[in-house]
């Protein structure tokens, strides 16, 4: 069974004014790394010029030699939806190391399947919550597919590698329209998927069906009432997106141990489609909630302020 990878644009879509071509490509020629790298961005998107990938990609790439990191990681993932996929992954990891939710989708996608990478399934879980947690809608759905294969061991070694990997950076996440690879239903479930097992060898069906995850029966579950001393309110703070509820409950669980505060505050599982968001609620403001999301993140976790 044949691990197939379908990709779009990945890049984020910005609306802005068409550039002026001419002078950003006096400026090009001249050396200047940033004209460089917009002038790749205006023939990705087609902005003053025609639609171009691979003057895109020489753009990208001259701005990187000149040392413009945001050139670097569009280098990587022009490469990779141009079909040069080996090429992009350097670039992309790197991106990742800074944290790009982009590349945490694409490498935790890569190492699921073993394409590009080694496969190891709890990397590929860990670094699709980093992705899923900064709200890319396609990291999430890949977390249902891989929630039915991977073994309770692995998942637990996913949440020891999630609080290694950097937080993703503010503005990191791909735009709502982008399309990125799909992580693929593997050939065959393997017992163990650590960094140094063999990759499973395919098979025209698993030996076993995979495990359903948990339905969740209400929208919203809250297993524990404020203290008398929080104050309430109406602000929340996601924590995760997750193939299931009880992995969410699990990752309240890990974080709470982590970060005392949390233990003021209602836990949240709300059902988006066939994704569980796990979310602090009963938050009294924004500033309150910025507060509580430092520490989540300085704990290895996933933050994101959501308004009333």
């Known amino acids: 069974m044949a691990l197939l990878v379908a990709v779009g644009t990945l890049a984020v879509t910005t609306v802005s004014a068409a550039p002026d071509i001419q002078g950003l490509q006096a400026r ?50 022009a490469l990779f939806a141009h079909g040069d996929r080996r090429e992009a992954m350097p670039y992309i990891e790197k991106a990742a190391a800074r ?16 394409d590009y990478a ?21 990291a999430q759905k890949n977390l249902e597919l891989m929630d039915h294969y991977l073994l309770p061991q692995d998942k637990a070694k996913a949440d020891q590698i ?68 929080a104050p309430g309110g109406s602000w929340k703070v996601q924590l995760g997106a997750f193939g299931s509820a009880d992995r969410a409950r699990d990752r309240w669980k890990t974080l709470s141990a982590k970060v005392s505060a949390l233990g003021a505050y209602d836990q949240h599982i709300v059902a988006a489609g066939s994704v569980q968001r796990l979310q602090a609620g009963n938050i009294a403001s924004k500033t309150e909630a910025q507060v509580l999301c430092k520490k989540v993140v300085a704990a290895g976790g996933d933050c994101l302020v959501i308004a009333p």
């Not at 990705?44 to 670097?72: F, K, L, N, Q």
């Not at 982009?102 to 699921?112: E, K, P």
């Open 28 to 77: 090009a020629q001249a050396g200047d790394a940033e004209a460089e790298f917009q002038l790749g961005e205006a023939y990705r998107a087609g902005r003053g010029v025609a639609p171009d990938p691979e003057s895109a990609i020489m753009w990208y790439r001259r701005a990187t030699v000149a040392g413009h990191i945001r050139a670097s990681e569009e280098l990587g993932f």
């Open 99 to 114: 944290g790009e939710a982009r590349a945490f989708y694409l490498l935790g996608t890569a190492h699921f399947n073993g």
């Open 118 to 138: 080694s496969r190891d399934w709890p990397l590929a879980y860990a670094q699709t919550m980093r992705a899923a947690a900064a709200g890319l809608a396609a």
């Open 162 to 229: 999630l609080a290694t990997l950097p937080s993703v950076r503010s503005g990191g996440q791909a735009d709502s329209g982008a399309s990125a690879p799909a992580a693929k239903a593997p050939p065959a479930p393997v017992q163990s998927a650590d960094a140094t097992a063999k990759p499973a060898k395919p098979a025209k069906a698993p030996k076993t069906p995979p495990k359903t995850p948990a339905k969740v029966v209400a929208a919203t579950v809250a297993t524990a009432a404020a203290p008398e001393a």
